[in-house]
């Protein structure tokens, strides 16, 4: 099987969604940690024979430290407990001479996807780079704003695969397999070769994709998509009376879950999906099971997956975050991976958030464990006495319900 997929969309109306972007430009804290999820000055959950500072219920490990200011990373913890972590959010600090973010999402993953923000030779035509200033050769800050914005997203896609996503050609030379996007200013949809041996074989594993995906409330999302064809995917969507319809065309689907391979419609959540697809009318695609198998063929991956960030039989330490909050960032990195994090309670109202970080498709199941027993979960638990805890984080359990996360706990 090889043929070229093309895909080609209405332009999009407008730019209205560039603002999303802007929460993830250089330096910004994690998406979602504003730096202000705490109450300001306190309250009376500052119990439990603290110091008694006015810490808008900053849980401190029961140790007696008071607040952690902003700036303040760790505070000491007594014998026994495992240390909070300081936890910095990635910066990018390599750059081409060119101006070009030089990423990596997963440094030394066997399979590159490669995202090639310069413009350049795809299938007979030269495609011109990703320019919003007039200059097709440097890229200002705006342009590096959006870059780094759209890898970022494009690891989170793909954050459960065994996949490096880079915009750096000697990443991509270096790696085992790749796959190869051009996004580009010279075209509106977007094309990819689907074919028994795409990411793999290098003549295939390029496409290109315009740069309106980047800017607009796409998110990036057509990106993944043709990407998804370099990894062997069809379109996922619906057969009636011998028609197939991509999830936007089709006005009875759920939009609250839009499948990445379903085409240009926008879901409030877009992730990989199990369903009926284009090739045929019977058989059923797997998309995580598809992209994994391209990843262990073609990258000699052992499975497919994401290398487990909490291995599940060790206990974590959460993170001392900024502003006096505790966001600890973590990944469902396979369907039944379970992470856990070890909660030093000084007693009171415990306020528990996990969230899916950005475009992330996760969807947390979190038990407050003390021994076997589950005392608590997401959201407010009441009155939790001080204590040592063990809070153990899964998925829902949906397709793709996995991913990256974003853990707060406090009072
Ligand atoms: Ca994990
Ligand atoms: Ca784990
Ligand atoms: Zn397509």
């Not at 910004?28 to 109450?39: F, I, N, R, S, W």
């Not at 009376?241 to 065309?249: I, R």
């Not at 089709?250 to 879950?257: G, I």
């Amino acid at each position: 099987m090889r043929f070229r997929h093309l895909l080609v969309l209405m332009p999009l109306v407008a730019c209205a969604g560039t603002a999303s972007d802007v929460e993830l430009q250089p330096g910004a804290d994690l998406p979602g940690d504003a730096g202000a999820v705490l109450p300001v000055g306190g309250s009376s959950a500052d119990a439990g024979g603290r110091d008694g500072v006015a810490d808008g219920g900053v849980i401190d490990a029961g140790t007696g430290v008071g607040a952690l200011d902003a700036g303040t990373s760790v505070a000491p913890l007594d014998a026994g407990f495992l240390p909070l972590r300081t936890c910095t959010v990635p910066q990018v600090t390599r750059f081409a001479p060119s101006g070009l973010p030089l990423m990596e999402t997963n440094p030394g993953a066997p399979v590159a996807l490669y995202i090639d923000f310069a413009g350049g030779p795809h299938d007979g035509t030269v495609f011109g780079p990703y320019n919003r200033n007039g200059s097709p050769t440097t890229f200002d800050a705006q342009e590096q704003a959006d870059i780094i914005g759209s890898v970022t997203r494009l690891g989170l896609y793909y954050a459960m695969f065994d996949v490096n996503v880079t915009t750096d050609p000697v990443v991509r030379q270096a790696a085992r397999a790749y796959g190869w996007i051009l996004v580009t200013e010279d075209a509106s949809g977007g094309s990819a070769w689907l074919s028994t041996d795409a990411v793999g074989r290098p003549t295939e594993a390029q496409s290109y994709c315009g740069a309106s995906s980047v800017r607009d409330a796409d998110k990036s999302r057509r990106i993944a998509h043709e990407l998804g064809h370099n990894l062997m995917l069809e379109h996922s969507g619906v057969w009636d009376q011998g028609a197939f319809y991509k999830w936007e065309d089709w006005p009875a689907w759920d939009m609250v879950y839009g499948p990445i391979m379903g085409g240009g419609g926008y879901g409030q959540r877009n992730g990989w999906a199990v369903g009926h697809n284009e090739a045929d009318a019977v058989s059923i695609q797997d998309d995580m099971e598809v992209i994994r198998q391209r990843i262990r063929v073609a990258g000699g991956s052992a499975t497919g997956w994401h290398a487990d960030d909490f291995p599940d039989t060790q206990l974590a330490a959460l993170c001392s975050g900024p502003n006096g909050t505790f966001v600890t960032p973590g990944s469902l990195d396979r369907p039944d991976d379970v992470d856990f994090f070890q909660l030093d309670w000084s007693g009171g109202d415990l306020v528990l958030e996990g969230t899916a970080r950005d475009v992330s498709t996760a969807m947390l199941v979190v038990d407050v464990l003390q021994g076997t027993t589950v005392v608590g979960g997401l959201g407010s638990t009441p009155q939790l006495a001080a204590g040592t805890y063990v809070l153990r984080v899964r998925s829902r359990g949906g397709y793709a319900e996995i991913g990256a996360y974003d853990l707060r706990a406090r009072h």
